[in-house]
T-cell receptor, first 111, second 116 residues
């Protein structure tokens, strides 16, 4: 059974810092892993999807890495801004009927 | 623009009442999902559908029902049997990737249901 852990649960940083959000999963037999962003009271927005054959995926100031064998993914946010404040969730896809979502990292970037 | 719409944004239910939450997508996705999100908790799967006229129970299906008569639509009914329905409900859809597994999952903006 896939279990997903995200560390830290919450993070508060000054603007401009480079950030690292961690996602660990127990079943390494995955097709891909998605990172999502959720603003308060809103739906989830997909940020990056990284295939199991890839090691990294980049979009603007975001970079996601995947180490499938060790069950880890990392989301890097460069030069953080107050607009990055949100909850970030990861979801590995094991190809079963559902995604398993982590409980998220709640990020606050202070101006 | 392609995407998922949910309505209403806010919904209030009286005790003993059934209510239906709407979810529509124009992304031509085969698979659709309903999730429930409670404060401080992760997403829990209520129902999912991988194709028209077929749907399966998720982890917390008791007190809920769905239908999938059209590819674009996947409405969720919260019945009076659901004893604690106050929550944020999210609909999502996805397609299957040629690389295996699912492609990007898209979410609607959500419906907040409150029991009076």
């Amino acid at each position: 059974k896939q279990e997903v852990t995200q560390i830290p649960a919450a993070l508060s940083v000054p603007e401009g810092e480079n950030l690292v959000l961690n996602c660990s999963f127990t079943d390494s037999a995955i097709y891909n892993l998605q990172w999502f962003r959720q603003d308060p009271g809103k739906g989830l927005t997909s940020l990056l999807l990284i295939q199991s054959s890839q090691r990294e995926q980049t979009s603007g100031r975001l970079n996601a890495s995947l180490d499938k064998s060790s069950g880890r993914s990392t989301l890097y946010i460069a030069a953080s801004q107050p607009g990055d404040s949100a909850t970030y969730l990861c979801a590995p896809d094991s190809g079963t009927y559902k995604y398993i979502f982590g409980t998220g990292t709640r990020l606050k970037v202070l101006a | 623009d392609g995407g998922i719409t949910q309505s209403p944004k806010y919904l209030f239910r009286k005790e003993g009442q059934n209510v239906t939450l709407s979810c529509e997508q124009n992304l031509n996705h085969d698979a659709m999902y309903w999730y429930r999100q409670d404060p401080g908790q992760g997403l829990r799967l209520i129902y999912y559908s991988q194709i028209v006229n077929d749907f399966q129970k998720g982890d917390i299906a008791e007190g809920y029902s769905v239908s999938r008569e059209k590819k674009e639509s996947f409405p969720l009914t919260v019945t009076s049997a659901q004893k604690n329905p106050t929550a944020f409900y999210l609909c999502a859809s996805t397609s299957w990737s040629l690389a295996g597994g699912r492609d990007t999952q898209y979410f609607g903006p959500g419906t907040r249901l409150t029991v009076l």
